[in-house]
Structures are given as C-alpha cells and as structure tokens.
C-alpha cells in the first residue's frame, strides 16, 4: 500500500522557521523524483520544491528561493523542506508528491496545513 504521509505543518511566526517531512511507503521511493507543493486558499495548487531521485539536483520556485531548502534521505524514504525566513504569504496546504523515473505513476499525500501569522 503506498503512503506518503505528511507531518510539521503548524503554526509558525513571521520571520520564523518549520521543517516539514513526507515519510514514504508502498514503493522504492529511490526511483522517484520528489516533491513539495502547496495550495493557499482560492488559489491553483502550485510547485515549491522538487528534489531528484538520488538528491543532486534541486529547484525552487522563485517565491521561496533562497529561504526553503529541499533534502531527501532514500534511507529513509523520506523528503524534507526546511522553510526559514516564513511569511503570510506561506500560508497555505502543503503536500508531497512523488513522481517515477521510470514508469507513469504518480502519488500525492494528503497534505500538511502550514500558517504564518503573529
């Protein structure tokens, strides 16, 4: 059964840092190339963050380069998305996404409720 389960999401200051984590299962997660978007409300579920399969290469959106850094462990089978410096306008539903080198297959998790405000 595959599983990408979310966690870290919260409340988080202005200005401030959280570290979201997608713990995954069900599949060789090395083969995947992976992902964090996110969705505010009203608004088109957009790319955040995408790490390929073995981590060497990574790209931000533009609105987040430089503060959120994406890191994976396949030791793990787990991606991570460190987001420093938050702003309101971070505030939205953060999901993972996993995507095969190989096949068409394509997993979503169930998302991770992210809200910076004092």
Not at 54 to 76: Q, W
Not at 84 to 113: F, H, I
């Amino acid at each position: 059964q595959v599983q990408l389960v979310e966690s870290g999401g919260g409340l988080g200051q202005p200005g401030g840092s959280l570290r979201l984590s997608c713990a995954a299962s069900g599949f060789t997660f090395s083969g995947y190339t992976m992902s964090w978007y996110r969705q505010a409300p009203g608004k088109e579920r957009e790319l955040v963050a995408q790490i390929s399969k073995f981590g060497r290469n990574a790209n931000y959106a533009d609105s987040v380069k430089g503060r959120f850094t994406i890191s994976r462990d396949n030791a793990k089978n787990t991606v991570y998305l460190q987001m420093n410096g938050l702003k309101p306008e971070d505030t939205a539903v953060y999901y993972c996404k996993a995507v095969s080198t190989m096949t068409p297959r394509v997993y979503w998790g169930q998302g991770t409720q992210v809200t910076v405000s004092s």
